[in-house]
Protein backbone atom coordinates (compact mmCIF):
# COMPACT_ATOMS: atom_id res chain seq x y z
CA UNK A 1 0.00 0.00 0.00
CA UNK A 2 1.64 3.48 -1.02
CA UNK A 3 1.61 6.11 1.07
CA UNK A 4 -0.48 8.13 -0.62
CA UNK A 5 -3.58 5.63 -0.59
CA UNK A 6 -2.96 5.09 2.90
CA UNK A 7 -3.11 9.09 3.11
CA UNK A 8 -6.41 9.22 1.48
CA UNK A 9 -7.71 6.16 3.19
CA UNK A 10 -6.61 8.32 6.16
CA UNK A 11 -8.63 11.63 5.33
CA UNK A 12 -11.73 9.86 3.92
CA UNK A 13 -12.12 7.63 7.28
CA UNK A 14 -11.65 11.68 8.88
CA UNK A 15 -14.58 12.97 6.87
CA UNK A 16 -16.55 9.90 7.64
CA UNK A 17 -16.27 10.31 11.69
CA UNK A 18 -16.77 13.95 11.01
CA UNK A 19 -19.95 12.95 9.37
CA UNK A 20 -21.01 10.42 11.87
CA UNK A 21 -20.29 12.90 15.13
CA UNK A 22 -22.78 15.48 13.03
CA UNK A 23 -25.49 12.42 12.80
CA UNK A 24 -25.38 11.86 16.30
CA UNK A 25 -25.53 15.60 17.17
CA UNK A 26 -28.53 16.01 14.93
CA UNK A 27 -29.89 12.62 16.25
CA UNK A 28 -29.67 14.16 19.96
CA UNK A 29 -30.94 17.24 19.36
CA UNK A 30 -32.88 17.40 16.44
CA UNK A 31 -35.10 14.39 16.27
CA UNK A 32 -36.81 14.39 19.91
CA UNK A 33 -38.33 18.00 18.97
CA UNK A 34 -38.84 17.35 15.10
CA UNK A 35 -38.31 13.52 13.22
CA UNK A 36 -39.34 14.71 10.02
CA UNK A 37 -36.73 17.76 10.06
CA UNK A 38 -34.49 15.21 11.11
CA UNK A 39 -35.39 13.19 8.34
CA UNK A 40 -34.29 15.78 5.54
CA UNK A 41 -31.36 17.28 7.67
CA UNK A 42 -30.05 13.88 8.02
CA UNK A 43 -30.01 13.04 4.55
CA UNK A 44 -26.84 14.84 3.35
CA UNK A 45 -24.28 13.13 5.27
CA UNK A 46 -25.76 10.09 4.62
CA UNK A 47 -25.54 9.93 1.43
CA UNK A 48 -21.87 11.61 1.61
CA UNK A 49 -21.22 8.50 3.82
CA UNK A 50 -22.35 6.37 1.17
CA UNK A 51 -19.99 7.95 -1.66
CA UNK A 52 -17.27 8.08 0.96
CA UNK A 53 -17.76 4.61 2.19
CA UNK A 54 -17.85 3.41 -1.91
CA UNK A 55 -14.55 5.36 -1.99
CA UNK A 56 -12.89 2.90 0.67
CA UNK A 57 -14.38 0.00 -0.92
CA UNK A 58 -12.81 0.47 -4.62
CA UNK A 59 -9.70 1.29 -2.64
CA UNK A 60 -9.57 -1.87 -0.65
CA UNK A 61 -10.69 -3.58 -3.95
CA UNK A 62 -8.10 -1.91 -5.97
CA UNK A 63 -5.51 -3.68 -3.35
CA UNK A 64 -6.86 -6.59 -3.41
CA UNK A 65 -6.00 -7.01 -7.23
CA UNK A 66 -2.85 -5.59 -6.84
CA UNK A 67 -1.73 -8.22 -4.04
Do not use: H, W, Y
Not at 15 to 22: D, F, G, N, S, V
Not at 23 to 46: G, I, K, S, T, Y
Amino acid sequence: MTTETVDRLRVTMQQMEKLIRALDDLRDNVLPENPQLFAAMAEAPLDDLSRLLAEVQACLSGLASVA
